[in-house]
């Protein structure tokens, strides 16, 4: 299986801050590379797909790019309602893989 | 509004089976494929298996396989995931997601999902 490998696995910042999230392939999966918002006691929700293209009617404060083994996630001015984990997810191999997750609150 | 409906939480004993199901409507079930996820408490995301609703072909993860059982019934629009017998290690969320089947594909990202079904498993 592919590893996806997240960090920080926990973040606190203030809204308005500028939050960067990472995720490391343990091989190249090109930009096949998917970004979800889970909110607590919710589904996860697809933000981002192929590394970087935003999905519909998601808000353009996130954002995504990379390629290979290294992307990056962006948030670009943190609001009170992107508190959240957020996961990568891998579809190059099967089977599909998240990363752990990323917590992100609220200094 | 293409949307998938879980069923209900479940409490089941060690050794008990046990089906779970996943209604979708608001779309031609065929043309996604439904995959299950699994969240134990506090923890991250796994993928477990999925299947094309058209002809039921199933593909697992090698974690899951023989554990559990997906299936459909398109004829009523609706998938399942199964276990002949639980583990206290089997507690957890589960989630299914739909993946949308282009001519190329599934496209690789999973939307919508379903609201979950809580599934403890205790003596």
């Known amino acids: 299986d592919i590893q996806m490998t997240q960090s920080p696995s926990s973040l606190s910042a203030s809204v308005g801050d500028r939050v960067t999230i990472t995720c490391q392939a343990s091989q190249d999966i090109s930009n096949y590379l998917n970004w979800y918002q889970q909110k607590p006691g919710k589904a996860p929700k697809v933000l981002i797909y192929?590394?970087?293209n935003l999905e519909t009617g998601v808000p353009s404060r996130f954002s995504g790019s990379g390629s290979g083994t290294d992307f990056t996630f962006t948030i670009s001015s943190l609001q009170p309602e992107d508190i959240a984990t957020y996961y990568c997810q891998q579809y190059d191999n099967l089977p599909p893989t998240f990363g752990q997750g990323t917590r992100l609150e609220i200094k | 509004e293409v949307q998938l409906v879980q069923s209900g939480a479940e409490v089941k004993k060690p050794g008990e089976s046990l089906r779970i199901s996943c209604k979708g409507s608001g779309y031609s079930f065929t043309s996604y494929w439904i995959s299950w996820v699994r969240q134990m408490p506090g923890k991250g995301l796994e993928w477990m298996g999925r299947i094309d609703p058209s002809d039921s072909y199933t593909h697992y993860s090698p974690s899951f396989q023989g554990h559990v059982t997906i299936s459909a019934d398109k004829s009523i629009s609706t998938a399942y995931l199964q276990w002949s017998s639980l583990k206290a290690s089997d507690t957890a969320m589960y989630y299914c997601a739909s993946e949308r089947v282009e001519q190329l594909g599934p496209v690789g990202w999973f939307d919508p999902w379903g609201q979950g079904t809580l599934v403890t498993v205790s003596s």
């Open positions: 192929d590394a970087s």
